[in-house]
Nanobody, 123 residues
């Protein structure tokens, strides 16, 4: 088992920045691949970004490439999502999720979830 707690969400103007954090507790954090997902009101949860166990490999959905950066610090059991040049369409609940295996970055492919942190981008 691993427990995940997100923080860092809030209200920001378009063009601004936020840094989300995901703190993990439980089993060895470096054993898990970790991703960020988001869910806007009335929409399905979607993949945003992910990192390999070492942090050396990262993955992004096209809409955030060049604006968001995912990183992890295994010594601190934490994963971060730096979000720059935010747009109103980035408004959503952001969730951290951990994966034991090496499957696709989809909702059903993740083994553990946090409860989310809300990001609101005003125009």
């Amino acid at each position: 088992q691993v427990q995940l707690v997100e923080s860092g969400g809030g209200l920001v103007q378009a063009g601004g920045s936020l840094r989300l954090s995901c703190a993990a507790s439980g089993r060895t954090f470096s054993n898990y691949r970790v991703g960020w997902f988001r869910q806007a009101p009335g929409k399905e949860r979607e993949f945003v970004a992910a990192t390999s166990r070492s942090g050396l490999t990262t993955y992004y959905t096209d809409s955030v490439k060049g604006r968001f950066t995912i990183s992890r610090d295994n010594a601190k059991n934490s994963v971060y999502l730096q979000m720059n040049s935010l747009k109103p369409e980035d408004t959503a609940d952001y969730f951290c999720a951990a994966q034991v295996g090496s499957g696709p970055w989809v909702y059903d492919g993740m083994d553990y979830w946090g409860k989310g942190t809300l990001v609101t981008v005003s125009s």
